[in-house]
């Protein structure tokens, strides 16, 4: 069993920045690829970033923050990070963060096991 939650989110100006943090429980933490997803209001949850399990730590990002944005995870304080630069107002959404017990991030949320609650960001134009 993990337990995710985040922190970081806020109301922030377009081109901007954020740190997003999710915290896990649970001593497997680095056993657990990790994603980060959104939903806007009305839409479905989208995919944002994914990292790997493994020491290389490889990351995945959706065409839309590439660039943009940066996953990244430290086993020693088993916490991921997503820190958003360049923050436009298409950007406002609800943040989760996911866990999968596989060694590589995927894109599609059915693929996660443990989900957080979510943290609000909202970038203002």
């Known amino acids: 069993q993990v337990q995710l939650v985040e922190s970081g989110g806020g109301l922030v100006q377009a081109g901007g920045s954020l740190r997003l943090s999710c915290a896990a429980s649970?001593?497997?933490?680095?056993?657990?690829?990790m994603g980060w997803f959104r939903q806007a209001p009305g839409k479905e949850r989208e995919f944002v970033a994914a990292?790997?399990?493994?020491?290389?730590?490889?990351?995945y990002y959706a065409d839309s923050v590439k660039g943009r944005f940066t996953i990244s995870r430290d086993n020693a304080k088993i916490t991921v990070y997503l820190q958003m630069n360049s923050l436009i107002p298409e950007d406002t959404a609800i943040y989760y963060c996911?866990?999968?017990?596989?060694?590589?991030?995927?894109?599609?949320?059915?693929?996660?096991?443990?989900w957080g609650q979510g943290t609000q960001v909202t970038v203002s134009s």
């Open positions: 996911a866990a999968r017990n596989g060694i590589y991030g995927k894109t599609l949320s059915h693929e996660y096991d443990y």
């Open positions: 990292i790997s399990r493994s020491a290389d730590s490889i990351t």
């Open positions: 649970g001593r497997t933490f680095g056993s657990y690829a």
